[in-house]
């Protein structure tokens, strides 16, 4: 698998994935708006496309995955993405790796839980800030779930 790290050589053709994926380079999370174009990442080629993205950020020996996106799944790139974070999480000395997803992301649930994350706090009708820094964010999610809370889910890198 072509993995490489986010570099000034690629970041316009990850700006400009980000915005195709997500429509915005900005993300709202816990009422914060994210600016993603700065933010470190692993990224999947295949012939000099773009297949999958991870972004993360690492604050108080805290890492964030930011986003997680594979074009192509159920091939492995959201595991080795991952993995990637995990390994950057624990060169930097990084106690646990968060991620939140939305409610009606029961695809991503899945994902996390299964490779050692656990659900540890919803941040109940978070959407609603989220909706007044970022209008465009829709009402319903997928499956036309109602799209409302935040789930965090954490990662413990030293137990
Ligand atoms: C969540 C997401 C990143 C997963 O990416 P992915 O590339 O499909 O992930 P993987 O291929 O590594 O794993 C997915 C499944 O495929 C299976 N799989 C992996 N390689 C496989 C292979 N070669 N053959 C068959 N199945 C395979 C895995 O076992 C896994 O199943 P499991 O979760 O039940 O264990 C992807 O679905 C996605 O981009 N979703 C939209 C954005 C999103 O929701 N992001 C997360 C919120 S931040």
């Not at 994926?21 to 914060?32: A, D, P």
């Not at 995955?65 to 595991?79: F, P, V």
């Not at 939140?100 to 899945?110: E, G, L, Q, S, V």
């Not at 799209?147 to 413990?156: A, D, P």
């Amino acid at each position: 698998m072509d993995i490489r790290t986010i570099s000034p050589q690629n970041r316009q053709q990850i700006n400009d994935f980000i915005k195709s994926r997500w429509f915005s380079t900005e993300m709202v999370v816990r009422g914060e708006i994210v600016d993603m174009t700065v933010l470190e990442g692993f990224v999947v080629y295949e012939n000099e496309t773009i297949i999958g993205l991870v972004t993360y950020r690492i604050k108080n020996n805290e890492c964030e995955i930011m986003s997680l996106d594979s074009l192509k799944e159920n091939q492995g790139i959201g595991t080795a993405l991952v993995n990637k974070v995990i390994e950057v999480a624990t060169i930097e000395k990084c106690t646990k790796i968060k991620v939140i997803t939305t409610n009606d992301n029961i695809n991503a649930m899945r994902f996390y839980q299964k490779r050692g994350f656990d659900m540890v706090r919803i941040y109940h009708n978070a959407l609603d800030i989220s909706r007044k820094l970022k209008p465009s964010i829709p009402i319903l999610g997928n499956f036309n779930i109602p799209l409302k809370h935040e789930i965090e889910f954490e990662l413990n890198l030293f137990k």
